[in-house]
């Protein structure tokens, strides 16, 4: 059993490029403190579709350090070079992404954009499948 999970709101592509392991940066317009062990929520879904490990916060990035650096958040050129994504300066470094064999349901609360705040029952059903 473990405490509190905080779950990350992730979009696809995105989510999905980092449970297959093509993704290890998920790219972000603020800084986090948070480390340790995370859910991977699917936008929209309701759902936690995995976990990985958020280790560090690289940044502020600068356009090279992005052009230089696309294996790991997977923006193609013509994104970085169009300003589309000048906001998403800094990489929340992730590593261990599992997906969970069957995505376990949340309760999702009004206003949460970046994090969610899962209650205990949710983190050991998470848990229970790693």
Request: charged share 20%; hydrophobic share 35%.
């Amino acid at each position: 059993m473990i405490s509190n999970m905080s779950g990350l709101i992730i979009k696809d592509p995105y989510i999905t490029r980092i449970l297959n392991g093509q993704k290890t940066w998920e790219m972000r317009s603020t800084k986090t403190s948070k480390q340790g062990l995370i859910a991977l929520i699917k936008k929209g879904s309701g759902q936690i579709y995995g976990v990985a490990n958020l280790v560090s916060v690289n940044g502020p990035l600068s356009r090279e350090t992005m052009l230089n650096s696309i294996e790991k958040h997977t923006i193609d050129k013509p994104r970085i070079y169009s300003g589309e994504v000048d906001k998403w300066k800094y990489a929340w470094v992730l590593q261990d992404a599992k997906q969970l064999p069957t995505p376990v349901p949340y309760q999702h609360k009004n206003g949460a954009v970046i994090w969610v705040n899962l209650d205990l029952s949710i983190s050991n059903a998470i848990t229970k499948q790693l």
